[in-house]
């Protein structure tokens, strides 16, 4: 079946970085588009960045645009995503998904599959 495993997930200061990735099996992972979103208490899943099956296109919310990259190694079937400049507000679990689509969606209902998530704290 389907898998996707978060990693890279932890405690940083505002300013630090961290880079997440996503080891997903069970899928022709070069067929499906990647995204990254996250949720932070009582708050609902939110779109964070988006790459294409090709690694084109990568998409990104306005909140993380500069900050944040998503890339993706088919070879291995990863994909991550490094957080520079983290600010308290980034605090969230944040989730792997993937979608068998040419153009992938922010709305969280599009996506097939998700991760169990990794927890990201951000301290001020």
């Known amino acids: 079946q389907v898998q996707l495993v978060e990693s890279g997930g932890g405690m940083v200061q505002a300013g630090g970085s961290l880079r997440l990735s996503c080891a997903a099996s069970?899928?022709?992972?070069?067929?499906?588009?990647m995204g990254w979103f996250r949720q932070a208490p009582g708050k609902e899943r939110e779109f964070v960045a988006t790459?294409?099956?090709?690694?084109?296109?990568?998409n990104y919310a306005d909140s993380v645009k500069g900050r944040f990259t998503i890339y993706r190694d088919n070879s291995n079937n990863r994909v991550h995503l490094q957080m520079n400049s983290l600010k308290p507000e980034d605090t969230g679990v944040y989730y792997c998904g993937a979608a068998r689509t040419l153009f992938p969606s922010r709305a969280v209902t599009e996506w097939e599959y998700w991760g169990q998530g990794t927890q990201v704290t951000v301290s001020s």
């Open positions: 790459i294409k099956w090709n690694g084109g296109s990568p």
């Open positions: 069970g899928l022709t992972f070069s067929r499906y588009a």
